[in-house]
């Protein structure tokens, strides 16, 4: 779906970005492949590792409307990763959080409408479920946002879908990276918030697996939420300096003990599919079909149980010291 289509990623200088860049070159031959972000240096940066033809760098801010409708323009498909994510910047700076995760969330649906783009995907956070921080109340009104947006859309052809996932191994600001520069810079010992603390784990490439197949699956206004493992931190902590001492620090501000993806109160309209779950709107779009136990690649899934809740730490699915030794070194080389 993507060969001679324009695709256009806010935020695209960032991890994600570089992953969703190289894959779909790989996969893919869009006519454009079009990076929005507000860093010039990033963006030249960028430039010298992905130069083909198709791709185009433009300058902006998703606070930015009239920036937005300018570069949205002849674009099909738009995956919205741009956002302020820094847990702790948040609660200092709320403000700026607000303006970057919420009205940046409103200017990329009205550009997407202005512009008749076909299917946009924004990327959520485990920490828009039942949030504690700003960080993730901001996402969870940008989930609510692109959700409602298939209501407003009318008759534009646009169609809105989220895509919600938990950390991301190695990607910029994550614990692991944080963690190997202590180490590397002679450390004595690792820093641990507190040890019974469990999260989510995904690989940048299965992440931008997951949104490339969701642009196929999309009817509009879910929320998809992959099946993957969690990870305990003092494993994580073992797992990258079994030698090294670990000290509890306590839980930042605005952080959770353990991170939760589909609610308990969401299980009256969340689907369980054979890799994913999808949290279907809770609101009704009278302008189209409201079943969203199949999606377009033709997957069956089935309502969960009352009451059920996805979270890191009732998961099933827990890597151990050695895959997570494993997954780092793959990441990290």
Not at 242 to 257: A, F, S, V
Request: net charge neutral; hydrophobic share 40%; aromatic share 10%.
């Amino acid at each position: 779906m993507f060969d001679n289509a324009s695709i256009l990623v806010t935020g695209g200088t960032g991890s994600f970005g570089h992953m969703f860049v190289r894959q779909v070159l790989a996969r893919y031959k869009p006519k454009r492949l079009i990076i929005l972000s507000r860093d010039e240096l990033k963006q030249f940066e960028m430039s010298q590792v992905f130069d083909a033809p198709c791709m185009r760098y433009f300058l902006g801010d998703v606070r930015d409307k009239e920036r937005l409708n300018q570069a949205f323009k002849d674009v099909d498909y738009v995956v919205h990763a741009a956002a302020l994510k820094q847990v702790p910047a948040a609660e200092y700076n709320p403000t700026e959080c607000i303006r970057t995760n919420i009205s940046g969330a409103e200017n990329v649906i009205q550009a997407a409408l202005n512009n008749n783009v076909k299917k946009v995907i924004a990327l959520s956070t485990d920490k828009a479920a039942n949030p504690i921080n700003l960080y993730g109340a901001t996402k969870l009104a940008s989930d609510k946002l692109f959700v409602a947006a298939n209501n407003m859309a009318g008759r534009h052809p646009t169609h809105f879908s989220v895509v919600r996932y938990g950390n991301v191994v190695g990607s910029r600001g994550s614990v692991v990276p944080f963690f190997q520069k202590l180490i590397d810079n002679g450390s004595d010992h690792l820093p641990i918030t507190h040890r019974d603390m469990t999260r989510f784990w995904i690989t940048l490439e299965q992440g931008v697996d997951f949104v490339l197949d969701n642009f196929q699956r999309m009817q509009g206004g879910e929320i998809f939420v992959p099946k993957i493992p969690s990870v305990r931190i003092t494993d994580l902590a073992t797992a990258m300096a079994p030698k090294l001492q670990q000290k509890e620090i306590g839980i930042r501000p605005g952080e959770k003990l353990h991170e939760v993806m589909c609610p308990a109160d969401d299980s009256y309209h969340t689907f369980e599919f054979k890799d994913h779950f999808v949290i279907a709107p809770s609101i009704t779009f009278f302008s189209r079909d409201n079943d969203f136990s199949s999606n377009g690649l033709g997957e069956k899934g089935q309502l969960v149980e009352a009451g059920f809740e996805y979270n890191s730490f009732n998961n099933g699915h827990y890597l151990n010291v050695e895959e997570v030794r494993a997954l780092n070194e793959q990441v990290l080389k």
